[in-house]
């Protein structure tokens, strides 16, 4: 296990797939590693689409350098109504995500007039709170490297729907002044493939921010499109 590289090529071809890694130590020092296959693992991400396309309000999380749905403790969004849990709101793990829908639920059900048991509520708080601390931890210990996706080379490919290169977006940005996310989703296309932007918007945004020497809070965020997963032209209802 090396620690504080900095990966440079994957090496391969067509035929034969991926041979090598190439990466380079924090001494300095540049190693080949000789594999068929390569794992990248960058960060967590909530899939916020449904609270995007809800109307739900986003607020810039400063440690995690991503927008995330604006809700209280019980995940009442700003939306009247809506009410967000699990990886729909913060990344927390399986056992946070079925806590935060007990308490959504116990929400649910106080808002509409239907007593709750407040010691319940109380203890999902609690076990809420300590899956906060959990994913706080984790964000801590494995943070978004913001600083090699914002140096990507201009020839990597940053979306792979759409084949757009680094440089592709970061000449959007320099030549058509296109320093917001979305405007430069319109003129490079970037984030608007199969996946809609959840493998490349969120490197996406770092490119745009250093290219256009802003914050990354201020070049906002790619709007959630329909569909919110890709579906097939066929898919559709089974028969009972």
Known sequence: MHRGITPIEIHGD??????A??????????VRIECDAVALGHHLRPE???????????????????FWPAVDGAGRS???GVYLAGDGVRTQG??????AGRRAAMAVLADHGFAVDEGRVRALEREGAAMERFRQGIAAAF????????????????????GITAGELRATVRDKGADELNRAKALSRVGMGRCQGR??????????AAAAELP??????????????????????ATP
């Open 94 to 99: 399986a056992d946070g995500a079925e806590i």
């Open 14 to 19: 067509a035929d034969k797939g991926v041979t």
């Open 78 to 80: 700003s939306v009247s």
């Open 143 to 162: 943070p978004w490297p913001h600083h090699l996706a914002a140096g990507l080379d201009d020839e990597t490919i940053l979306c792979r729907c759409e």
């Open 48 to 66: 916020t689409q449904l609270a995007d396309l809800a109307g739900c309000r986003f607020d810039f999380d400063a440690a995690t350098r991503q």
């Open 199 to 208: 493998y490349c918007g969120h490197a996406a945004a770092e490119v745009v």
């Open 21 to 30: 890694v190439s990466v380079r130590k924090r001494s300095g020092a540049v």
């Open 216 to 237: 990354l809070a201020t070049i906002g965020r790619l709007r959630g499109q329909a569909p919110v997963k890709p579906l097939a032209i066929r898919t559709r209802r």
